[in-house]
């Protein structure tokens, strides 16, 4: 391909940057560093100034708190799934992935609703508990529930970028070391793991990030009784309507994410860049 | 070459984008679970005109899209306080009275009222309390003052309703201050109770709180008194009251926003939802009480003796309508977040 035509066939993306991303950031940062004064945009800093209230702080702690803990759980759980179906040994493993894939061809929203009735007072594992003669629990409306609902939706990011890069990685290394006379243990903690950094480093942003801002999964599953940050932005441009303010938060959400993505990257700096499927 | 075929290619998707958008429709914009939507198909088969229907969750939302721009909607269903905004920042089209000859159906006392005083930019549309609805099955005493909200017997078995100034009625009539107050210090003393209350409550929820109430998931609940009618009919068990301190009585109503392209069919289609037969239809199935005089006749007697459909002279001399906060609309916004963010 000639360089004309390369250039010619990025014009189409970088139309679509231009009116679709950079342009509503540049807008998300005039509203987040102006005030409205009686049909005026004034310059303000304020908007910054009020996130430090002790009460948003505290919401922008649980949020981060929450998807800390959401990202370490799918760690543990996604990684060795994925070990498995990258395995040669596992055959099954075509319907194992066609089993993590098929929830997520259904509805976001309906999928995190259908825990409710799974969770609730009179649900189906209350319902369950009882046939059996045990005691009825109290399941939905906490934090605990909250982080069910994450690691449920996300739990798939993390297993495929893992899963993809494991496929990937040159088995005549593994074979190399077995054969040198590595046990099991050595070749798992020298080799496969240090080669699947990569995987597990873009499963882990593409795990933190939308847990950060969720606030669908924390306003059904939550109760909206532990405010998340998702919830703080929504309830600036939907209830309160003050978008200065939501636009300032959501800055502050985009430095933050921002900063863990390039600390993350920084591990991963001696490997190539992250592979996303 | 390759250029003009890009620039076709992007004119045509130009082209192509706002085709789907089509000038001739009706767009309606309406709280969800707020209309019969049959009769959306029925006002089509007889007047030929097409109609899209979208949905939102609050009146703030609602206000949200229409002031960010970009949308263009026909016809829209602003709450009282609401309404007296959109007058105030000059949102609203003056509605042409002639071309809605069933305006004469709706009641007297519904017409006139203080958001808009003469009429000019809407049309009634239901109207309804604030109350409690609760569990006949876990609640064995009168249901009669928001103190209720506030009793440790019911831990964990209150919902609250995620909305701003709904959830600051029970405390501030509570404390004997109105709900549209603008004193800091009355609004610090209403949010003071609802953090003391907060143990206490099994969740803050959306319209999902009807379906809760229903499965008999809780024993009380805040909730409008059309979603209670509704609840009533589908769970026998629950009942409805409006607390003696008194709360909100409202008023939901049509009308058209500032360059609306068919503001001729919004008139047509909000005549057609003032002619009786069809405002029966939409208020028996949605269960909110109707504005319309010709569909109250028409009304079933037990809708009428239940006072979650039809409120009492003396409920409705208890309560009070909500009226725009203006600026301090932010001072509940932030007491808000201080108790749903600990």
Redesign the interface.
């Known amino acids: 391909m000639t360089k004309i035509h390369r250039r010619l066939f990025s014009i189409p993306y970088l139309v679509w940057t231009g009116i679709f991303i950079i342009l509503p950031l540049i807008l998300v940062f005039y509203y987040s560093l102006t005030i409205e004064s009686g049909g005026q945009f004034l310059f303000s800093t304020s908007n910054y100034a009020r996130l430090m209230d002790p009460v948003y702080l505290i919401v922008l702690q649980r949020s981060v708190v929450l998807a800390l803990l959401c990202t370490v759980i799918c760690i543990l759980l996604g990684y060795p799934v994925a070990y498995i179906l990258a395995s040669k040994e596992y055959i099954n493993k075509g319907f194992l992935l066609f089993l993590f894939l098929a929830p997520m061809w259904m509805n976001f929203l309906l999928r995190t609703y259908s825990w409710v009735s799974i969770l609730e007072r009179n649900g189906f594992l209350n319902s369950l508990f009882e046939l059996v003669g045990l005691p009825r629990m109290d399941m939905l409306y906490n934090n605990s529930a909250v982080l069910l609902g994450m690691v449920y939706n996300f739990l798939p990011f993390m297993i495929l970028p893992v899963y993809s890069v494991l496929r990937r990685s040159d088995q005549g290394i593994i074979e190399a070391a077995q054969d040198l006379g590595a046990n099991p243990r050595q070749v798992f903690f020298r080799l496969t793991l240090p080669l699947s950094i990569p995987g597990m480093i873009s499963g882990i942003t593409m795990v933190f990030m939308p847990a950060t801002s969720t606030f669908i999964i924390s306003d059904l599953l939550g109760g909206a009784q532990n405010m998340l940050v998702g919830n703080l932005i929504e309830q600036q441009f939907y209830r309160a309507n003050d978008w200065h303010y939501g636009s300032a938060i959501s800055v502050v959400l985009m430095v933050l994410l921002l900063l863990s993505f390039v600390i993350f990257t920084m591990v991963d700096k001696n490997e190539e860049e992250g592979i996303l499927f | 070459m ?2 003009i075929i ?1 620039t076709l290619l ?1 004119l045509s998707l130009i082209s192509l984008l706002s085709a789907c958008d089509n000038q001739d429709t009706l767009r309606i914009y309406n709280w969800g679970e707020y209309m019969d939507e049959d009769i959306l198909r029925e006002f089509t088969r007889e007047t030929g005109i097409r109609v899209s229907y979208s949905t939102y969750a ?1 009146n ?2 609602m ?2 899209r229409l ?1 960010g721009g970009g949308s263009t909607f026909d016809l829209i269903f602003p709450s009282d306080y609401m309404i007296e905004r959109m007058i105030n920042e000059d949102m609203l089209e003056q509605i042409d009275m002639n071309n809605i000859p069933n305006y004469q159906y709706i009641g007297e006392s519904f017409r006139d009222l203080s958001y808009d005083p003469t009429n000019q930019f809407s049309v009634p549309y239901m109207w309804g309390t604030l109350g409690i609805v609760y569990n006949k099955a876990m609640v064995d005493e009168d249901v009669d003052s928001w103190g209720i909200l506030w009793d440790e017997k019911y831990a ?1 078995q209150i919902i609250m309703y ?3 100034r709904d959830s600051f009625v029970p405390p501030l009539r509570l404390l004997g201050f109105s709900f549209n107050t603008r004193s800091v210090e009355e609004l610090q003393q209403a949010r003071d109770l609802l953090i003391e209350q ?1 143990p206490l ?6 319209d ?1 709180v009807r379906d ?1 109430m229903i ?4 024993a009380l609940a805040l909730m409008y008194s059309g979603d209670a009618v509704y609840c009533m009919e589908e769970n026998e068990v629950l009942a409805y009251s409006v607390p003696k301190e008194g709360s909100n009585i409202w008023f939901d109503a049509m009308a058209i926003p500032k360059g609306a392209r068919n503001k001729d069919k919004a008139e047509a289609f909000i005549d057609f939802l003032c002619r009786p037969d069809i405002a029966l239809r939409n208020t028996e199935y949605i269960g909110f009480s109707t504005v319309n005089m010709g569909a109250l006749q028409m009304l079933p007697e037990e809708l009428l003796a239940n006072p979650a459909y039809w409120p009492t002279d003396d409920i409705i001399e208890r309560c009070e309508i909500f009226l725009d906060l203006g600026d301090f ?2 001072e509940f ?1 932030r007491a ?3 108790i ?3």
Do not use: F, P, Q
């Open positions: 390759k250029r890009l992007a609050s703030e939302e206000y949200a002031k964990g995620n909305s701003i907060k409550v099994h969740a803050y929820m959306g999902t809760s499965g008999n998931e809780a609309a932010r916004d808000w977040t201080m749903l963010a600990r």
